[in-house]
Every structure is written in C-alpha cells, then in structure tokens.
C-alpha cells in the first residue's frame, strides 16, 4: 500500500498547489456581468411542422461517457436532426421538428438515462457556479479528506494485527478495520455508487459504474471470505478499496481543480455581465420625478438614455451624446490601451468606463450586445456534436468495452488457475483481476483530449479579441488553408475614414437626418460610422435628442453603392425622404447630380459619399482612409513563413484596388466588385479545390465570407444577431470574428490553430495509448517479466491519466500565451 500512500500524498499537495498558490499560466486584465435564459421562441401562428432549436440544461453530467449518453438517447428520439452537448456548461442545444417530438419528449429521454433536465438555459451566476465547481469542490475535498484519513488509520490497524495480540484483539482490530471500509464506502464513495446504480439501472454506463463495481466487488469478496474463513484468517481487501476510493475521490478532485483554472477566463465573462446587471436611464425633461432611475439593463431598449458612470461597466451596446471619457475595451478587443470616446462614438458593453460620466443612447438591447454574441459564440463552441468519428464512437461504447474486457479477464484467470489452487483462492485471483481492469480504465482522458485543447486555443484567441465561433471544426479549417482573400476598405486599410472635405451647403437640419439615417450602420460600417461622427459632432445637446427621437422607416441597403430610408423627426411632422451613397446609386435612383460641381479624386485615395433629400442633390463628402501600417509585415509574414496565395478582393475604384495592391505587394483579383462578384470569385478558388479563407469588414462581404472554407469578420464592434438584417447576416455567416481591426491578431490566429490542432491530436493518441497501456497491464499481459497491477495501482493509474491529459492542454495555455507575431518578428 506504500505506492497508493504516496499517490493520496502527491493528489494532496498537488490540489493544495493548484488551489493556494494561485499560479495562473495566462495573466490578463479583466473588468469583472447576467444573462437571462434564452430558450426557444415559439410563433404560434408559424406552422406547427418546422425546426427549432431548444436549449436544456442537464444535471449530473461528469464525463464524456456521460456525454454520450445523453446524445445517444437524445439522437434515437425520431425528429430530432442535430444534438450538442456541452460539458463545461452543463447544457444542450437540440435541433428537432417541432410536430414529431416535444421539449418535454427530449427532457424524458435525458431522464430515463438518470440525468437531470430542465428546458431553457441557466442565468449568468449559475452558469459562473457551473464553471467554478465550488459545490462540486468543496464536496470532492471533505469526501477524499475523510478518505485519506481514514484510508491511513485501516493500514495503521493493519500493521498492528501483526503483532502478537490476543486473538479477540485482533479480531476486533479486523472488525473495526472492516468497519472503517464500509463507512467509507458509504460516505467518501456515496456519490459513485448511487451515480453508478441509479444510471445503470437506465442502461446508462459511465465511469461511475466500472468504478462502483470495482469497489463493490472488493467489498462483496471481503465479506465472501469472511463468512467462509472467519475474521482472523480470512482474505480481505479493505484496505486495497479504501485507499482505491482515496485515489478516485482525489483524482477527480484535482481534475476539478484544473478545470477550474482551464476555464477561468471564460468564467470572468460572466462575472463581467453580472456587474452590469442595472444602470440607471435617464428620465425625459420636465420630468416631475428624479433626473434619474435604476433599471434592470435586460429591459433596456434601443433609444432608451443612460447615465454610465465612472468605473461603471458598460450594459449593452451604445453611443455617447454627452460627455467625453476613457474606456477600457481590453475584455472585448484585446487591446490593452485604454481609448478616449467623445460624443457619436460607439461603446461596446463589457467594456469598462475609466474616467468621467457620459450620457449614451442605447443601440441594441442588451440580448443582442457585443457580450452577449461573445458569450454565445464561446458557449457553442464547448458543445460537442453527435457522434461524427472514430473518436465519439469508442467514447460511447467504452464502458462496455472495459466491461467485456473484465469478463475475458475473471474467465481467463478463473480457468487458468482451476485445479491448481483452492477454488475459494482461484474466485479471489480472479475478483482481483476484474477489480484491476474496472479500475484502470478512463474514458474522461478520451473525452477530455480534444475539448481541453480546443478551450486552450479558444481562450488564447479571446484574449486577443478573436472569437472563433465554430470551435475545433474552424480551428482545423484555418490550419489547412491554402490561400487567402481580403477586402480591402477597413482590412487592409485603416477603416477609420475621415470627412476630409465637404462639398455641399449641408445644415443642422441636414445633419441631423443625416445621423438618424446612419446610427445603425454606423455601428459595424466605415463609411456610415466617419459620416455619423461627422454630422453628430457639430450638433448640440437638444439636437442629438432629435437624432435619437427620431424614426427611420423604408430603410434599404444596397450593399456596396449605398442607402436609401424615409426618416421623421416629429410624429406631427412629414417624412424626409434619405439618398446617401455613390453617384451611380443616385442616379440609378433618378436623383439629377451632373449640375453640382464636384472635385475630381485623381488619386484614387478617397472615398466619395453623395447625398440627397427629397430627390434633390444636396452635395458629398470626401472621406480618406489609409493602409494599415502592419499590413505589408502580416502579408509578407502569410507569403514567406505560411505559404498561402494571397489576394485582395474590393468594391472600391481600380485606382484606389491598385494603389494598396502595388503598396502590399498582393494581387487584386477584382475592384468595384458587388457582393454578388466577390462570392463568385470565391466560389471559383474553392472549386479549383483550394481551401481559402474570405477576410472582410464590410456588409457587402456577407457572401464571400459564407462561400469561403473560413469567413473571417473584422469589426470595431462584435456582430450581433438581430440587430439588422445586414448585420445579423454577417454574424451567422461568419465562422471567426476579430473585435478589433489589427491584423497582426492574423498571424497569431494562424499560429495558435496550427498548435491546438497539433496539442489536440497528441492529447487524443496520447489518451489511446494510455488506456490500452493501463488496461493491457490490468489484465496480466506483463506479468511474465514480473510487472504485475492490482485494484489501488490501477485506480492510480486511471487517475492520473485525464489529469494527464488536462496537464498537457495547461501546458498548451502556456506556450499559447506567448504566441506574437510581434516577438516572431524581431526574432
């Protein structure tokens, strides 16, 4: 038992370590917020037979086999298309027709497996509980310090019977001794066995069940052999099952213990959205009441005013009317600096306000926010999908595998040994057999490979303002791209466009349509954003209220070219029609342009924007953007060091398309190209059987990016769904998302796809390996040369491989937190 004290002893001070010391292997600066349920809306006059996705929350769920029971019994229900199962998180998200089979239907068959289910998702704090594992911690922490304990005392009382005592001494010494194993088994162990029969009896096999009949065959045979030979000279094998309940309590404790810290920066996202759970509204002037109220920030909509204060954490996406200040957007950017934002700027929620009070008007509500689309798309991509390789399919007949295996084994030992010694000593060798393969397999290490690393690199993205929504399936996409796509405007270039020159006799009347026209797009495009700043900037306080009072109706985008709406300033009040865009757009909408004088753009380097109001030509503006100054190192960093075709793709006029194709040595496949165009262009790399990857800003990009391998959106500002039609397009059809324009974020994505891959195929031959190992060696196969396992060795030995397994994923946090394209660079 010497080895085992040892193993008890290293779990000990390993989950001290973890927990006490605070080593963090990726140390990034968080603001510390509670997202409501989000489950399916119905629409009860849609018609009944369609798809829906529902989300559940599940209870008891501990390791991958657990996974895939749930997906086993969920995917046999007829009507359901597609299940998702998320461990971390507890949660699972099912696609079914609604005519076939209910949520209650899905929740039964979860159930009949011995699993707990509810419909709709957790809020916030529960899902941070989930994370955190504290209940599960503080549980797993008594359960294995009584073990531990008590493990020591029986091997104490052991050695005492060895000397020479009275028999009824040590008689009394063995009773206490077996008393002392069954209490154990009955606390410290309680959890696995009644996890193990209340599942079994569901035809629900997990790891709980090879381990509950491990120690319940110890158990059983003690006793068995008590009655047989009586207390003194009886075979027993209390002390091989205490110190087996030990090693199993203490090794899914510091499991926990490195899950914990695996998902840490995930976790501070909900802890972020629960600061910003109230705020307070300003109320309308004139109003008889305070100045100001508090409200929930879930019931904010858009239009509704805010006080943000200073220190205070941003609730949902918006814009500043009043008051200049500094924000820190580290969280949802990556980007350490703090930024100063004045009046018409857009502030992302869960970013951090530093310095002064602003007043903002809201431009999504808080279910559609920068956030809230951050967590989303990082909570998918936790979830594992049906059953689609070798992988998942092992996973899903482990048990049972591991339990045929035990059989072989007892059968083979039983008939090899018949005959040759005491048919009492033959059971036992071969209970003893059965109790060291139960023990020594592990089907979390298989579970656990790919998922670990795959949070690895998800997290290592995040912290540099990347959010690869598809999770492992768009990290292997992006290491296996071969060519490469970009637009140009806010990708290659600066995107921060500038009004450089006005032509035109524009008012404050003007310009106060001319914002409420732009606010929504002004969120997520270029152009729109440096006209609203433009026009907001010069207007005073009682005119910002009119942009945001007023109402946009008839609102068209056509992508590339420009924008068309009817806005209202007063409800008594007529209607303005609104022409904004290139001069082909309006003329195309039959607005006479040719009598005003325009200045030529010989050089192609800016942009020009044309209004109109009422059909009537009103003037342009002249708007500047540059290249980005680390676009030509990443280009030559993707061409020399990658070794991907590079290419550009704009809308853009050819001199503008030439002049940053000629500066970044890249090749223009097409300028003053439609959406229609780019998705075509990419369509033909594609079918030449290239994998490439569409890289854009722009809302003219959504075609390409979903006719790329990979769709990369690059915003100042998270997607969100729901938001427009543009917008919400842009976000589905995207598979990664860069909340912050700065391309040496590229490179790095490449790099760390390229690692996790490669940590995430290890992990899995690394867990095959060590199973067949542990299990070969359970079953006798090197006992010719004198290595021989029994139940306490083996049940060290299964520990120890998902705690392996999670060691080389932390290793992964590690070097992933030292990926930079700038250090590359100077190397």
């Known amino acids: 038992m010497a080895c085992c004290v040892l193993s008890a002893y290293c779990i000990s001070h390993l989950i001290k370590a973890c927990e006490f010391l605070d080593i963090n292997l990726i140390t990034a600066k968080y603001n510390e917020f509670d997202d409501g349920p989000t489950e399916s809306r119905g629409d009860d006059t849609a018609e009944v037979d369609r798809l829906v996705c529902s989300r559940i929350t599940l209870d008891g769920l501990t390791c991958a086999a657990c996974v895939a029971s749930v997906e086993t019994a969920v995917s046999k229900l007829d009507g359901v298309e597609r299940v998702a199962i998320s461990l971390p998180l507890s949660r699972g998200t099912v696609v079914h ?76 010494l063995r009773l206490t001794v077996a008393g002392i194993a069954i209490w154990i088994q009955g606390t410290s162990a309680k959890a696995v066995h009644r996890n193990a029969w209340r599942r079994g009896l569901s035809s629900s096999l997990t790891m709980d069940t090879m381990v509950s009949l491990s120690l319940a065959l110890g158990t059983a045979l003690s006793v068995f052999n008590v009655a047989l030979f009586g207390l003194y000279t009886a075979k027993v094998y209390w002390s091989s099952i205490s110190f087996l309940t030990t090693v199993i309590v203490g090794g899914r404790l510091l499991d926990l213990v490195i899950r914990k810290r695996s998902t840490t920066t995930f976790a501070k996202l909900y802890q972020l959205q629960s600061q910003s759970m109230f705020v307070q509204v300003r109320r309308p002037r004139g109003s008889v009441v305070s100045d100001h109220r508090s409200v929930d920030a879930a019931t904010l909509v858009p239009r509704d005013e805010i006080v943000l204060g200073t220190g205070s954490v941003i609730p949902c996406d918006c814009y500043i009317v009043t008051g200049e200040t500094v924000v820190d957007q580290s969280t949802m950017t990556g980007e350490s600096p703090p930024a100063k934002k004045r009046p018409g700027d857009f502030l992302m929620s869960g970013t951090q306000n530093l310095s002064a009070e602003v007043v903002a008007v809201v431009a999504k509500p808080q279910e559609d926010s920068a956030l809230a689309n951050l967590i989303s798309s990082i909570s998918t991509a936790t979830e594992t999908s049906d059953f689609n390789n070798g992988t998942d399919l092992i996973i899903s007949r482990f048990v049972v595998i591991i339990l045929f295996l035990t059989a072989v084994g007892f059968v083979y030992t039983l008939r090899s040994r018949w005959g040759e010694v005491e048919i009492s000593l033959s059971i036992n060798m071969a209970c003893e057999r059965a109790m060291a393969i139960l023990a020594s397999a592990c089907p979390c290490a298989l579970g656990l490979a790919a998922p670990s690393a795959v949070m690895a690199g998800l997290d290592a993205a995040w912290l540099r303002g990347v959010i690869v929504k598809g999770g492992a399936e768009t990290l292997k996409s992006i290491a296996t791209l071969s060519h490469f796509v970009m637009d140009k405007t806010g990708t290659l270039t600066t995107g921060k466009l500038s009004v450089a020159e006005c032509e035109g006799p524009f008012d404050d ?11 929504d797009d002004a969120q997520t495009h270029p152009v729109a954003q440096a006209v609203f700043q433009w026009a907001l900037t010069s207007l005073d306080e009682e005119q910002r209220r009119l942009v945001n009072a007023a109402e946009v109706r008839k609102y068209l985008v056509n992508h590339g070219n420009g924008i068309s709406c009817d806005v209202q300033l007063h409800p008594d009040d007529g209607s303005y029609a609104f022409h904004a865009g290139s001069e082909r757009f309006l003329l195309e909408a039959g607005i006479e342009i040719s009598n005003h004088p325009k200045k030529s753009n010989d050089a192609g380097n800016e942009t020009l924007v044309h209004f109109a109001f009422n059909t009537k030509y009103s003037g342009s503006l002249h708007l500047r953007d540059t290249v980005r100054p680390e676009a030509a190192a990443v280009i030559a960093h993707l061409k020399s060091k990658l070794s991907l075709d590079i290419a550009m793709l704009t809308g853009d006029v050819e001199t503008e398309a030439r002049r940053v194709s000629k500066v970044l040595g890249i090749t223009a496949l097409f300028s003053h190209s439609l959406p229609s165009q780019k998705r ?11 994998y490439v990857a569409m890289m854009g800003d722009g809302l003219n990009d959504s075609p390409a990016l979903a006719a790329a391998n990979v769709g990369i959106c690059v915003s100042t500002g998270v997607p969100r769904p729901g938001s427009s039609v543009s917008e919400a397009t842009n976000s589905q059809v995207s598979d990664v998302i860069f909340t912050s324009p700065d391309l040496l974020r590229l490179p790095e994505l490449l790099t760390i796809s390229h690692k996790t891959m490669q940590q995430s195929n290890w992990n899995m031959q690394w867990a095959i390996a060590y199973n067949v190992v542990a299990v070969s060696l359970a079953m006798g196969v090197a006992e010719p040369i004198g290595i021989s396992v029994d139940a306490a060795r083996a049940g060290t030995m299964m520990a120890f491989s998902s705690i392996s397994v999670l060691a080389w994923s932390v290793w992964l946090r590690y070097d992933l937190s030292r990926v930079s394209f700038k250090s590359d660079q100077k190397g």
């Open 680 to 690: 075509s262009l990419i369509e033909h790399i594609r079918d030449r059987g290239h």
């Open 509 to 519: 009347f003007q310009r106060i349509l001319i914002c409420a026209a732009e606010r």
């Open 97 to 172: 027709r609604q005519a076939v089979v209910s949520v209650d239907d899905i929740i039964y068959a979860v159930e009949s497996r011995g699993y707990g289910a509810e419909a709709g998702e957790r809020t916030a704090q529960q899902n941070l509980e989930i994370l955190e594992h504290n209940a599960e911690i503080r549980s797993l922490r008594t359960a294995f310090s009584n073990a531990a304990v008590l493990s020591s005392i029986i091997s104490v009382l052991e050695a005492v019977v060895w000397f020479n005592f009275p028999l009824t001494v040590l008689q009394a």
